[in-house]
């Protein structure tokens, strides 16, 4: 990575889980990789839009993180916005201090 790293972080309702992947990995000129994990969103801004999520009080969503240069992620953010319109794709930025893998040939 030669550019500025930060990390983009995605939230998006659990039912467009597999989508959001999809897209993701068809976006490997931007893209090398990402984490995902489940979430619960709350909020005034929430929307529950489940029987059981209005239950239980929030709302099933994906959280998805990548590493990748900043120039990158806005390039990403305007596919996303294109792609994903209307979906209320939460997203933001932050600056990353250091990003590197510790390995076996890499201590």
């Known amino acids: 990575m030669t550019g500025e790293p930060v990390c983009l ?44 999520e209005l239950v239980k009080g929030h709302a099933d969503e994906i959280l998805v993180r990548t590493i990748l240069e900043r120039q990158n992620a806005k390039r990403l953010l305007e596919r996303l916005k294109s792609a994903f319109a209307g979906t209320r794709l939460m997203y933001w930025i932050t600056p990353v201090a250091e990003f590197g893998v510790i390995d076996h040939d890499n201590p």
């Open 9 to 52: 972080t995605l939230v998006l309702a659990r039912s467009l889980r597999d989508e959001l992947f999809d897209f993701i990995s068809e976006q490997s000129d931007l893209v090398s990789g990402f984490t995902a994990s489940e979430a619960a969103g709350h909020g005034p801004e929430v929307r529950l839009r489940t029987s059981a």
